[in-house]
């Protein structure tokens, strides 16, 4: 790969490199778009390959020198990568020693013991939460659908009920809490605090996660009442294990990297002196590279050394963990070359010119974006990564707040209605044994509940705010 200099890297993240009119470059944005949606869609490639031909694409139609977008997509991407790779690497080691030592396992099982009747949907979104705090979507999905059966089956529940509870649960977190990939790259484009984000992203999702969680289920669960499939029940991850982590010490380690960003997001508001050891600390301490790394250290003893495992099965368990999210940076990466492409072939610029005379919010428009791409695409990420380029600027001048509602509206976006183009659509298909038509009626409506209701908390967070 050809290294770039600082004043390169700086001009290409400055100045634009095209000096097409508006016209064009609207033009070129909806063909780049279109070449990535094309190739994803039809032609079936990976992620990362169609974000990297459609960021050539977009320089080739805006008419910028090919050398210029490639230093463009290389820069954006290296920075993208730099800004949030490791702290992907860093959940993923988290959720690998969550499920392998059984932790996940203990905090289901604690809850359920304590859930009956009528409380166990909320059991269940409560369970889901808590888990996809440092699971990605998938990982959540092949830990607790196990759970979600054998609930259904032994308490003669409808699988709707617990299931849909449990699949809210993951699902708001994978689009609206870091350390998810998407609002982290969100947070990363749009130059968001983390603290803020995640504090707020907290207030969102609480309701939302309530009203597209235990409450649509009753709905869901009388539009689509089928058993739980047989054949589904998987093992769970700690059948074989002779010890598993204790719940509390489960929970404080799932918890701490989200405490320690939270309160330095408050201690920033609060002392607001930089000269403050106190705040000097907490800004170390809640940085997400630290909180996270400190988790991970925690974690191989409270979850690994807990469950019994050795020095070297510690070490297995972290490289295991490494190895599936290749592809998540390389489309991460990608998506980063792709907003800064966009950026420096004056996207950016031709959005301000245009939505000066536009009356729609920034906040809706963020949304409506996310949501285009999610449909035409259907990766949340990918959706993520490109609404953020494309609005990176209307969200120059806005306050630290209102940067960070611009990305829950973006993550709000990207999960709206799930369908056929969508990996996590056919998963919970097969997983619930359910038809096309009824996956349907319960994801795909349950996924739009999410989109729109967290869309309406962020709308009213910004009148108060």
């Given amino acids: ?240 294990l002779e010890h598993r982590p204790r719940f509390g010490a489960t929970v404080f380690t799932v918890l701490l990297p989200v405490v320690l960003m939270l309160v330095k997001a408050l201690v920033d508001i609060v002392v607001n002196d930089p000269a403050s050891p106190v705040q000097r600390v907490t800004d170390v301490a809640g940085s997400p590279l630290i909180a996270l790394l400190a988790a991970v250290l925690v974690g191989m003893f409270t979850l690994g050394r807990a469950a019994g495992f050795t020095k070297e099965r510690l070490s297995v368990t972290v490289e295991k963990s490494l190895a599936p999210i290749a592809g998540i940076l390389l489309i991460v990466g990608a998506g980063g070359g792709f907003k800064q492409t966009l950026i420096d072939v004056g996207v950016g610029q031709m959005i301000l010119d245009l939505s000066e005379n536009w009356a729609i919010p920034t906040l809706l428009l963020a949304w409506l974006i996310a949501v285009a791409i999610r449909l035409a695409t259907g990766s949340a990420t990918v959706a993520t990564i490109s609404a953020a380029g494309l609005v990176a600027p209307l969200a120059a001048d806005m306050s630290t707040t209102g940067t960070a509602l611009l990305v829950l509206a973006i993550g709000s976006g990207s999960l709206f209605f799930s369908h056929v183009n969508d990996a996590g659509f056919w998963m919970v298909k097969e997983y619930f044994g359910m038809t096309v038509g009824q996956t349907l009626k319960t994801w795909s409506v349950m996924e739009t509940i999410i989109s729109v209701v967290g869309l309406g908390f962020v709308l009213l967070l910004s009148l108060v705010l």
Avoid: C
């Fill in 1 to 240: 790969m050809t290294s770039l200099s600082v004043e390169t890297l700086a001009a290409a993240g400055t100045a634009p490199i095209t000096s097409a009119g508006n016209t064009q470059l609207g033009i070129a944005v909806l063909a780049g778009i279109a070449v990535i949606v094309l190739l994803i869609t039809r032609l079936k490639l990976h992620a990362f390959l169609a974000l990297t031909v459609g960021s050539l694409a977009l320089g080739v139609f805006a008419g910028a020198p090919l050398a210029k977008t490639i230093a463009s997509f290389t820069a954006g991407l290296g920075a993208t990568v730099a800004g949030v790779g490791v702290l992907i690497a860093l959940g993923a080691i988290l959720g690998k020693l969550l499920a392998d030592s059984g932790g996940a396992d203990e905090i289901v099982d604690t809850i359920l013991a304590r859930a009956k009747g009528r409380a166990m949907p909320w059991a269940m979104v409560l369970i889901a939460s808590v888990i996809g705090l440092p699971l990605f979507f998938e990982v959540g999905i092949v830990l607790l659908i196990p759970v979600v059966l054998l609930v259904a089956k032994r308490g003669n529940y409808s699988l709707m009920r617990i299931g849909i509870p449990a699949l809210a649960g993951l699902s708001v977190m994978h689009g609206l809490i870091p350390p998810h990939p998407g609002p982290l790259v969100a947070i990363d484009a749009l130059d968001a605090n983390l603290g803020v984000t995640l504090g707020l992203g907290v207030l969102v999702a609480i309701p939302t996660v309530i009203i597209a969680g235990p409450l649509f289920s009753r709905y869901a669960a009388r539009w689509v009442d089928i058993p739980a499939p047989e054949q589904m029940i998987p093992l769970r991850p700690s059948a074989e």
